[in-house]
């Protein structure tokens, strides 16, 4: 079994809040919900961005591109991305709405997956994180 690794200090972390932290390649998304800290990966199933930049309510995050959202209780996706025209495509100049029209051709179909999820230790103001 793989060893915890001290990701963060709990004082760091208060009530409602997210925090991305680095250990080796994985990027982790610390979140505390009610007290409890709770850890998944922090780049987005869908396109990769990061969702410690996003909203928690609750214990769902919010991302801050298309807005799809996860649990993070558990890693998984509980709402897909929503991608849309930009607000003012048509007033963009003639010559950018084929690079626009494609753009959104070829994001339409990314599909958004579940994400990574750890178990998480809190021992005073240590936060733990067991990597796979
Ligand atoms: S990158 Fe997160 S919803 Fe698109």
């Given at each position: 079994m793989s060893k915890l690794i001290n990701v963060a200090k709990l004082s760091e972390l208060p009530v409602g809040a997210l925090l991305a932290?680095?250990?080796?390649?994985?990027e982790i998304l610390l979140a505390n919900v009610d007290?409890?800290?709770h850890a998944m990966g922090n780049r987005c199933g869908h396109m990769n961005a990061s969702l410690a930049a996003g909203v928690l309510a609750g214990t769902t995050v919010t991302?801050?591109?298309h807005s799809a959202r996860f649990d993070v209780t558990t890693g998984k996706k509980v709402?897909?991305?929503v991608v849309l025209?930009?607000?003012g495509i048509d007033?963009?100049?003639a010559e950018m709405l084929p690079f626009l029209q494609k753009a959104g051709r070829l994001s339409a179909p990314i599909r958004t997956h579940d994400c990574p999820h750890y178990e998480v230790v809190v021992e005073?103001?240590?936060i733990m994180v067991r990597l796979a």
């Open positions: 932290v680095t250990v080796g390649d994985a007290g409890v800290v991302c801050p591109f709402g897909d991305a025209p930009p607000p007033k963009a100049p005073d103001d240590a």
